[in-house]
């Protein structure tokens, strides 16, 4: 494997050898630090399970390789990786999987460990949505995400990626995740606060992560987590459980913060060790029961992960001082969401009682009902899913409702696998035998694509533009 040429700044070479347990090999960090990132991936079995996903995906060659402490995660080497992306993969274009570093699928099973099933929960710092989507996978869609984006550039992103896998339990708020204490104390059972932070964990991905590095900066950088965690804290319940993770290796981001949190509030919060979460986290655990992982011990990123639990109440912060704003949904009255739900249902659109119907304008949407007592109390900048627009003739089903509602296997119009390379290009589709119906969820390899309206003998592509692809796509098919 062709070795990455990294930079490693002295002072950043001293705080390693300082943070390092005796037990571990100078000399294994710097090499593994050299040496390119391993792909994973992790499967989303919201649309599938990891059996079938592995029986599917047998005739391509891929090696997989199982990630110790996540069911649905494996190590990936293909052998045709320079040809086409795996991004460009029919399965990930269907959100059957999702492209995702080995290290950051562990906040999430630290956050779902020892069975806790947390129904409403916050992930801080969500983009692009690796974890956001691995929650929603463990809460199987009910319950209710609160997913926060600081960066609006980054939002459009985190969407997409939620839409693809099929996700109908998150909520979407862009804001600076230090607000939250104060606009909705003691509102989750979990928090994930997957920290921004100074990145040393990732050179293996990005060999220049650490051109700009220095102590100072990172000093910065804790004081600003140091409020985050504070913030999260105080939005978190009594008996709730925090994660605290980063992708940075010094302890002034990682142990200082969590202790600076536990000096702060002694009576109100607990470490819950994470010796147990998989088989071999000894070898990456601290005194203080944390994971610090150097990328030498499982080959993979940095990474560090805290799992906490609030044991009382504290006091609350002020009240925030911005206003929330009208509201701009109203709840369906029972005989029109009667009538919304039998129509969705004659096209294959069903969902259960976690998610209500609300109406704005013409448009129709789908919100987690556990997100509603939160509504009035913060902004969001996406909420649920978007449904139907509403017509003279009846409902106009929106894409992202077809993704993450059409029932798999069961329905729809089956496309050849070069028809629907067409239809993720954007064209439109002409099927030897056309379906009789006006209008039909096109699927492939039994999973929804999108809907399509019959005209003539073509079927009209709703592909939403921005998620239109070009290049090669599904060689591994051929």
Same mark, same amino acid.
């Given at each position: 494997?062709?070795?990455?040429s990294?930079f490693?700044?002295d002072?950043?070479?001293?705080q ?8 571990l090999s100078?000399?294994?960090?710097l090499?593994?630090?050299q040496r ?7 499967v ?15 005739p391509y060659?891929?090696?997989l390789?199982p ?11 293909r052998?045709?990786?320079?040809a ?9 274009l269907s959100?059957?999987?999702y ?6 699928m562990l906040?999430v099973?630290a956050?779902f460990a020892d ?7 916050m ?10 989507t691995?929650?929603a996978a463990?809460m199987d869609?009910?319950?209710?995400i609160l997913a926060n984006?600081?960066?609006?550039s ?11 896998c099929?996700i ?10 230090r607000?939250f204490?104060?606009a909705l ?14 990145g040393?964990?990732?050179v293996?991905k990005?060999p220049d992560a ?17 409020e985050?965690i504070?913030?999260?804290?105080h939005?978190l319940r009594p008996?709730?459980t925090?994660?605290?993770?980063t992708?940075?290796l010094?302890r ?8 600076w949190?536990?000096?702060q509030y002694?009576q109100?919060?607990?470490v ?12 990456a655990l601290t005194?203080?029961?944390y ?7 499982f080959d993979? @990123?940095g990474?560090f ?9 504290i006091p609350?912060?002020p ?14 009255k029972?005989?029109?969401?009667t009538?919304?739900t039998?129509?969705?249902a004659?096209s294959g659109l ?6 209500t119907?609300w109406q704005?304008?013409?448009e129709i949407?789908?919100?987690?009902a556990?997100?509603e007592?939160l ?5 969001f900048s ?13 409902f106009r089903?929106?894409?992202?409702a ?7 296997h ?5 496309l050849?696998?070069g ?9 439109d589709v002409?099927?030897e035998?056309?379906?009789? @119906?006006d209008?039909v969820?096109?699927?492939f390899?039994?999973f ?5 309206k019959?005209?003539g ?11 239109v ?8 098919n051929a």
């Open positions: 494997m062709a070795q990455n990294v490693l700044p002072d950043f070479l001293l390693m050898r300082a943070a390092m347990p005796a037990e100078f000399d294994d960090f090499a593994a630090c390119p990132l391993r792909r994973s991936i992790r989303n079995t919201l649309k599938i399970t990891v059996a079938d996903f592995l029986a599917l995906v047998a060659g891929w090696q390789t990630v110790p402490w996540c069911a649905e995660g494996f190590w990936i080497e052998e045709d990786e320079d086409l992306p795996l991004g460009s993969t029919a399965e990930h959100g059957l999987f492209i995702q570093e080995a290290s950051s906040p099973a956050l069975g806790n099933q947390p129904q409403r929960v992930d801080v710092a969500a983009a692009p949505g690796s974890k956001t691995q929650i463990r869609n009910e319950g209710a984006e600081f960066s609006a980054r939002v459009k992103v985190l969407h997409a990626n939620i839409s693809r099929g109908r339990n998150v909520a979407l708020t862009h804001f600076d995740g607000v204490g104060a104390p003691e509102a989750f059972d979990a928090i994930l606060l997957d920290a921004p932070c100074s040393e964990g990732v293996r990005d650490l051109k700009n590095w220095s102590v100072a900066s990172n000093l910065d950088i804790a004081a600003t987590q140091r985050l504070d913030s999260a804290f939005a008996g709730g925090l994660v605290y993770s992708c940075t010094n002034d981001e990682n142990e200082a913060v969590v202790a949190l536990l000096a002694p109100a919060v607990e819950v060790s994470l010796q147990t979460l998989f088989a071999e986290a000894g070898q005194p203080e029961g994971l610090h992982v150097f990328p030498q011990i993979c @990123e990474f992960v805290a799992r906490l639990r609030k044991t009382a109440s609350p912060l009240a925030p001082g911005y206003k929330v704003g009208k509201f701009p949904f109203t709840p369906m029972t005989r029109e969401s009538a919304v039998e129509a969705a004659r069903r969902w259960d009682r976690t998610l119907l704005r304008d013409k949407w789908l919100f987690p556990e997100i007592p509504i009035g109390k913060v902004r996406r909420l649920g899913l978007r449904l139907a627009e509403t017509h003279n003739k009846g089903w929106q894409h992202e077809i993704i993450a509602l059409a029932e798999s069961t329905s729809g119009f089956a050849t696998l028809e629907a390379e067409e239809w993720y290009r954007g064209r002409y099927p035998n056309p379906p009789k @119906e209008e969820i096109v699927t390899q039994g929804p694509l999108g809907i399509a019959k005209v003998s073509r079927l009209k592509n709703s592909y939403p533009r921005e998620l692809r070009d290049g090669r796509l599904f060689a591994s």
